[in-house]
């Protein structure tokens, strides 16, 4: 695959197959550790997963607020809001709430 010009703020052409060979190879990575040890794969989930110990707004199928306390075994968020645990499966999150001025 030819090299092809990349965004301008790469500055300058990126090897499109060898970045789609990195994409891919991550994902195999953490496909096979799904399979192998989905708890090992959570955990990472956890260390990077921005939202958690944070006040989050969600909107979607459900609209809410609260603190986003953990991801649980099968991937949906659970925020902690005023009327209890919830589990948010799917919908846009954001770290802005109502009382968060938009810049």
């Excluded at 703020?9 to 060898?18: E, H, I, K, P, R």
């Excluded at 986003?68 to 099968?74: I, M, P, S, W």
């Amino acid at each position: 695959m030819p090299r092809r010009e990349g965004s301008r703020c790469w500055g300058g052409s990126v090897d499109l197959a060898a970045l789609a060979c990195a994409v891919l190879g991550r994902f195999e990575e953490h496909y096979d550790l799904l399979h192998s040890d989905p708890d090992a794969l959570l955990a990472r989930w956890r260390k990077h997963d921005a939202t958690l110990g944070r006040q989050v707004r969600v909107w979607g199928a459900q609209e809410l607020e609260g603190v986003a306390e953990d991801v649980d075994d099968r991937g949906a968020l659970l925020v902690r809001t005023p009327g209890g645990l919830r589990r948010v499966l799917a919908g846009d999150v954001s770290l802005r709430t109502a009382e968060t001025p938009v810049e």
